[in-house]
């Protein structure tokens, strides 16, 4: 299995991360599979991804109700996705994730991914998130990458690798 693993990541390193994958060059969309409880960090990945690509972070929020929320960067498309809410695989192919997932330039990330594992697509970086900490001054989480698919999984390897290279 393809994996990598960070442990202890606090908000800036989770920040710097985003700025690693949005700088790290790439050919592909990407799909982002998120998985987590609630309150673990989801959200705020994609509101890091986001800022990264030269949004304003805080503009992007949950789209629990809306189920899909698209922004346009000046390189990149950014869909955010949440399933949670996605009632059946009907509803879920109804948003029309099959053109975000192959859109150029496009990035989407897919929160409570793990309700339509089937419908990822197999080219999908799944990234679980564990929060490790009670305390907000303190709070780190344990993040794992997965990709089935080799072209992908090295570029999350170069990505990650900047963090100790910078």
């Not at 629990?64 to 949670?84: G, K």
């Not at 509803?91 to 897919?110: D, H, K, R």
């Not at 990822?120 to 780190?140: G, N, V, Y």
Request: hydrophobic share 40%.
């Amino acid at each position: 299995m393809n994996l990598v693993t960070l442990d202890q990541v606090d908000l800036e390193t989770l920040a710097r991360l985003a700025d690693a994958f949005v700088r790290e060059p790439i050919a592909f969309p990407v799909c982002f599979a998120v998985t987590g409880t609630l309150g673990a960090g989801k959200t705020r990945w994609t509101q890091e991804i986001a800022r990264a690509m030269g949004l304003d972070a805080s503009e992007v929020t949950s789209p629990t109700f809306t189920l899909l929320r698209t922004y346009h960067a000046p390189q990149h498309t950014l869909h955010h996705v949440d399933a949670y809410r996605v009632g059946d695989e009907d509803e879920w192919w109804e948003l029309g994730l099959e053109e975000c997932y192959q859109e150029p330039n496009a990035w989407t990330v897919i929160e409570w991914a793990d309700r339509f594992e089937e419908a990822m697509p197999p080219e999908a970086i799944w990234m679980h998130i564990d929060f490790q900490s009670e305390s907000p001054t303190e709070a780190t989480r344990d993040l794992r990458f997965r990709c089935d698919e080799a072209e992908r999984f090295d570029w999350v390897k170069r990505s990650v690798s900047q963090l100790s290279g910078e």
